[in-house]
């Protein structure tokens, strides 16, 4: 399983980023996938998820700011981040979340966020 984030940056408050999950052909049917983040000296915290049928799940924190989607022929996951906040600089990190016990199972390397003030 690999998994591939891209799409960090360096934003102003207010501002909008997506971030990107390339992932391999097959993860779909297999796992429900997720972004978490992680600030330093921070637990990394679940952002949202989405499941293989397409519902979405979102930690209080982004609600109405973030979208989680995926595209099915790109092999893709992506987080729409806007009205970005500073308090929202972290490393995101996409993740394969088992089905069975609802933990990730893999995880692609961070991109970076940070939001200036």
């Known amino acids: 399983v690999q998994l591939q984030a891209s799409g960090g940056g360096l934003v102003q408050a207010g501002g909008s980023l997506r971030l990107s999950c390339a992932h391999s052909?097959?993860?779909?049917?297999?796992?429900?996938m997720g972004w978490y983040r992680q600030a330093p000296g921070k637990q990394r915290d679940l952002v949202a998820s989405i499941t293989r049928s397409g519902l979405t799940q979102y930690a209080d924190f982004v609600k109405g700011r973030f979208t989680i989607s995926r595209d099915y022929d790109k092999n893709t996951v992506y987080l729409q981040m806007n009205s970005l906040k500073p308090e929202d600089t972290a490393a995101y990190y996409c993740a394969a979340i088992s089905r069975l016990t609802g933990r990730p199972d893999y995880w692609g390397q961070g991109t970076q966020v940070t939001v200036s003030s």
């Open positions: 052909d097959g993860i779909f049917g297999l796992y429900h």
